[in-house]
């Protein structure tokens, strides 16, 4: 079990495909309305991705993913496969999750967007909630802390809204892989005894629901959803630790100033 720790160069490539991923969630944006549907959203990705970028989307054809990106539509939890026949309509909340490879190396982001001005103020309160256990987490991060402060802290903050956090899938290690050492749980679990140290590069990537935390696995093998039928967020950024503390790779320009 090695985690690796990143050189300068490495870390230079790893930015770029975190920019570029980030980018194209910035690109995005405009196109989510009523009436669209989610491949067409994929579609948009998958081309703006090759041929503005010229670099690839990772998912597709990851272990068979069939799909650029993955956009999971209220329900579901992570990894929804995007269909013609999936129209967003006014309050779906929805998460695009981007992952870039260029230059060798891969960078992982996704954020949560809501469907027209009307959206219910649980729905709302539940995608403020991913995104802040988020922000509390990488605000915790520095050199020398236990890995595994990162899911207290998330867990914790996502409780006291009443809100549940997923077990199931977790955030990773990535560089060179996609997926690789160490797991970024998003729950409190046993200390691993490792602690954080320059350079090692990771997402985060909490899944909260308004319900139970359980969820299953649908008979397409990829979809996640809620076993309850209640809604999911989710929000990811890759996580670079430095010696003062962390850089977000994959900042987004409306997070400048924020976080
Ligand atoms: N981007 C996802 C993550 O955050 C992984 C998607 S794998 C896929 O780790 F195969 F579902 F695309
Ligand atoms: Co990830
Ligand atoms: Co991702």
Redesign the pocket.
Known sequence: MTILIKNDKEIKKINKSCQLASEVLEMIKKYIKPGINTEQLNNICHDYIINVQKAKPA?LG??G?PKSV?ISVNDVVC?GISNERELLKYGDILNI?V?IFHNNYYG?T?KMFVVGDYISKESKLLCLTAKKSLYKAINIIKPGIPLNLIGKTIQQYVESKNFSVVRQYCG?GIGKNF?EEPQILHYDSYDTGILLKPGMVF?I?PMINIGKHHVYLTNDG?TVKTKDKTLSAQY?HTILVNNNGCKILTIRKEEYNKI
């Open positions: 998912t990851y272990k993913y993955c990894h999750d992952t992982d996704s990773h997926h997402t990537e990829w990811e």
